[in-house]
């Protein structure tokens, strides 16, 4: 079968490897349809993701449909479309037992840690896997990225007509500001990029996008008034924003770090404690998240259709990814269909 491999940064190749085992009992053997391509994908193309090692299968957005499985679950059955939940969990450590299996101390994303997605066949735990007898593969493929703004969305425990900032108009901050405008929120976006803006005016013309230039405090503030938003979600992944996101947000209000870098934050104590403010993280997403963005999905409340601005198979990824990969190239969701040649997906 075949299989695209990151040899080594900047290096691709595409190799053939065995076919695929029988499925174990409590997996399913699946055949990949779509993957998506997002930031990580990138950062490991360029050598820039420290707990990377290579050469890896890259791969975590996926869907897959379902080829032999020993599970009597009839939604599971042969021929079935499903998107991948790519967050291995050991169900022992204390997170897990804990109920926060996003936080697994033994976490093996599938994709990132192991060998993903962008190959013909791979075995995937069945509870890993949510179907879906409505959404197209390419809907599919694009869940796990709306799921993790879903939960970051569901951290914040947002009350509807709440005011919302969401710095960094990103797939992640884009699929935050997806979430809080379902869970009835006032969206304010920022970002420093007026392409990304632009993109985001597109999805919602309704919302107020902020071009962050110059002091990005200020401009809010001469946006809002001195009534600055309660809420506000940080998807820059940029410490410099982080740091001054703390400043952003009003009285008694929650800041909820979705991005994230390898480093250290800081902040002015007596500020944070003046508003008495709540800082929360937000990682990864639950299986829970998986089923509401599928439901979002198939009652048509989400239409993912817009934000893929890139597409490829199989077959072209290599050459694709050279200009994907180019930081002209205005990505903000590339998707491979990966199935034989000549195949109607
Ligand atoms: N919490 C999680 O589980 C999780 C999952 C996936 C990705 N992430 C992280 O989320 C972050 C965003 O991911 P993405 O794929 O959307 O990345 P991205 O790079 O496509 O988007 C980040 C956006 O932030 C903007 N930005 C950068 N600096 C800024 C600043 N100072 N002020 C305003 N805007 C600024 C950029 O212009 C860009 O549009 C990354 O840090 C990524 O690692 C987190
Ligand atoms: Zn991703
Ligand atoms: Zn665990």
């Known amino acids: 079968m075949k299989a695209i491999l990151l040899e080594k940064p900047g290096q691709f190749r595409l190799l053939e490897q065995e076919a695929p085992s029988a499925p174990d009992p409590g997996t399913a053997l699946v055949r990949v349809r779509h993957v998506g391509i997002c930031g990580t994908d990138l950062h490991a193309f360029r050598g820039e993701q420290p707990f990377f090692t290579y050469p890896r299968i890259l791969g975590h957005e996926l869907s897959v449909e379902v080829i032999a499985t020993e599970s009597a679950d009839p939604s599971l059955a042969v021929g079935t ?14 997170a897990c037992v804990r109920g926060k299996p996003n936080c697994c101390l033994n976490l093996k994303v599938f994709g990132v840690h192991i060998d993903g997605g962008m190959r013909e066949f791979v075995h995937i735990p069945t509870s890993k896997l949510h179907p879906s007898t409505s959404l197209s593969s390419e809907q599919l493929a694009l869940v796990e990225p709306l799921a993790i703004g879903a939960h970051a969305v569901s951290r914040a425990q947002l009350t509807p007509h709440e005011r919302v900032l969401v710095v960094g108009a990103g797939p992640i901050g884009l699929a935050v500001t997806q979430f809080a405008l379902l869970a009835g929120a006032q969206v304010t976006v920022m970002d420093i990029s007026e ?3 632009a993109f985001c005016q597109r999805l919602w013309p309704h919302i107020a996008c902020l071009h962050a230039h110059g002091d ?34 009003g009285y008694a209000g929650r800041l909820i770090f979705v991005g994230l870098f390898q480093g250290d934050v800081s902040f002015h104590d007596p500020d944070f404690h003046r508003r008495e403010l709540t800082l929360l993280s937000s990682r990864n997403a639950n299986s829970t998240d998986f089923r509401r963005v599928i439901d979002h999905l198939e009652s048509g409340r989400i239409d993912i259709a817009p934000w893929i601005t890139h597409r490829t ?8 990814f050279l ?23």
């Open 81 to 94: 479309l499903c998107a991948v939940e790519p967050y291995f969990d050991c169900g022992t450590c204390p």
């Open 195 to 197: 392409p990304r803006l």
């Open 216 to 249: 990005a405090l200020a401009l809010l503030q001469h946006e809002v008034g001195d009534d600055l938003p309660p809420v506000v979600f940080d998807a820059t992944g940029n410490p410099h924003s982080m740091h001054a996101a703390f400043s952003y947000v």
């Open 313 to 320: 198979t199989s077959d072209t990824a290599l050459e694709s």
């Open 323 to 345: 200009h994907w990969f180019d930081s002209k190239s205005n990505l903000l969701k590339g998707v491979i269909a990966f199935a034989p040649t000549g195949e109607t997906l």
